[in-house]
């Protein structure tokens, strides 16, 4: 079974910075597997980007996803009021997903 | 618009069933795959179940199996899940979702879960 661990736990950053977030994988995966959400607090959660670079419908280009093999990243170039939220990357495959355990982007 | 509403969760004590359904609106419901999704309080996502468009597959995470059962109605656009023997480690929200991606040839490609509803609470105690 394929484990997806995120990094960091906890990012504290300020409007306007950069926020880095990185999933790894335990195995190597097919990065057109790779999905990622974002969840605000109290709300169900969005699919931000799939095949680990493309973003989903609606979704701003500040935010982009990349990566390959065991380590995919997503970024967001200039945090807005509304990023700060949980990110969740997942990978699809062999009858089941797996999530990550999430990166909190909290306002420093 | 395109919406995904659950409903049936509450409260129920441990060894009791409950079953969840998640009505579909504003797609074609027979065409996608559907999952179940589960969040216990304060914790991260964890994936349930998925059945495919046709109902012909269903896939359980490994701590519901033998106990879940996903199930849709394609003619009343409604996913389910029966769960029996419930545990206090099944109390969460359950969010049903809708998953996107297209076949070609051999090959599946995996646009992720588009469509998610509001969550339905379980609570089990």
């Known amino acids: 079974e394929i484990v997806l661990t995120q990094s960091p736990g906890t990012l504290s950053l300020s409007p306007g910075e950069r926020a880095t977030l990185s999933c790894r994988a335990s195995?190597?995966?097919?990065?057109?597997?790779l999905a990622w959400y974002q969840q605000r607090l109290g709300q169900a959660p969005r699919l931000l980007i799939y095949?680990?670079?493309t973003r989903a419908t609606g979704i701003p280009d500040r935010f982009r996803g990349s990566g390959s093999g065991t380590d995919f990243i997503v970024t967001i170039s200039r945090l807005e009021p509304e990023d700060f939220a949980v990110y969740y990357c997942?990978?699809?495959?062999?009858?089941?997903?797996?999530f990550g355990g999430g990166t909190k982007v909290e306002i420093k | 618009q395109v919406q995904l509403v659950e409903s049936g969760g509450g409260v129920v004590q441990p060894g009791r069933s409950l079953r969840l359904s998640c009505a579909a609106s504003?797609?074609?419901?027979?065409?996608?795959?559907m999952h179940w999704v589960r969040q216990a309080p304060g914790r991260g996502l964890e994936w349930v179940a998925v059945?495919?468009?046709?109902?012909?597959?269903?896939y359980y995470a490994d701590s519901v199996k033998g106990r879940f059962t996903i199930s849709r109605d394609n003619s009343q656009n409604t996913l389910y899940v029966q769960m029996n023997s419930l545990r206090a480690e099944d109390t969460a929200v359950y969010y049903c979702?809708?998953?996107?991606?297209?076949?070609?040839?051999?090959?599946?490609?995996?646009?992720?879960?588009?469509?998610w509803g509001q969550g339905t609470t379980v609570t089990v105690s």
């Open positions: 979702a809708r998953e996107d991606g297209s076949k070609a040839a051999l090959h599946y490609y995996y646009y992720g879960m588009d469509v």
């Open positions: 504003g797609f074609t419901f027979s065409t996608y795959g």
């Open positions: 059945i495919w468009y046709d109902g012909s597959k269903k």
């Open positions: 195995q190597s995966v097919s990065s057109s597997n």
């Open positions: 095949g680990a670079s």
């Open positions: 997942q990978l699809y495959g062999d009858s089941r997903l797996t």
